[in-house]
């Protein structure tokens, strides 16, 4: 399938979907207390920290706009790599670690079909912990050329929400958004047997334009 989001203007940053009910009532105690800045010292006083806090939340909920790479396999996240697995069935997961600094829209890491999307309840250990394999989590299975691609989202200790943005059923082209995790959280790939992985444990990711596999 070709890339639509080629033609998104390069640098352009626009608000993750799912963000509103975090960022709206941050944004207007902000707004409130600068505007109440001047005729009050305790509206001041809290004006310095919601602005901060407000202008944090721009940031952690930024998306901005990309030049889909070329390639089989790539990148769902952006963040580190933390651990690439051998599975029991053939099959290598790449775990990906994100944290509040990264952007947190996950994209789509093939061209193909939404087959499910399962929402799995969980607990909020943080997401670099070995613990972590029982967090909340939504998995996501995709008929694809190299055949089922499994993709989890992992919430962390403070992302307590994962937002999909597509359901079961949906076609996706390579590198489109399909859902955030808000704050920090890890998001795992399994690769199928006899795919070898391009990136090593350590490599910083970016998600829709680093390539997770090898020919």
Request: proline letters at 7%; aromatic letters at 6%.
């Amino acid at each position: 399938m070709p890339h639509s989001q080629t033609s998104a203007p390069r640098g352009r940053v626009r608000l993750a979907r799912g963000a509103s009910p975090w960022l709206l009532p941050t944004v207007a105690t902000a707004a409130l207390s600068l505007a109440r800045s001047r005729r009050s010292r305790r509206a001041a006083a809290i004006a310095v920290p919601t602005t901060a806090l407000a202008a944090g939340m721009l940031w952690f909920f930024r998306d901005p706009e990309r030049e889909i790479a070329e390639g089989r396999v790539i990148s769902p996240a952006d963040g580190v790599v933390q651990s690439i697995m051998p599975w029991k069935d053939g099959r290598t997961r790449v775990a990906i670690f994100m944290s509040p600094l990264n952007v947190h829209v996950n994209r789509a890491p093939l061209a193909g079909t939404v087959t499910s999307v399962e929402h799995v309840p969980g607990g909020f250990v943080p997401a670099f912990n070995k613990e972590s394999e029982n967090n909340e989590r939504v998995v996501w299975h995709f008929d694809t050329e190299l055949g089922d691609i499994e993709m989890v989202q992992i919430a962390g200790a403070v992302a307590r929400r994962i937002v999909p943005y597509i359901p079961q059923g949906t076609k996706v082209e390579q590198g489109e958004r399909i859902g955030l995790i808000r704050f920090g959280s890890r998001v795992d790939i399994y690769l199928p047997e006899g795919v070898d992985v391009a990136v090593e444990v350590g490599q910083t990711t970016t998600a829709g334009v680093t390539r997770i596999d090898r020919d």
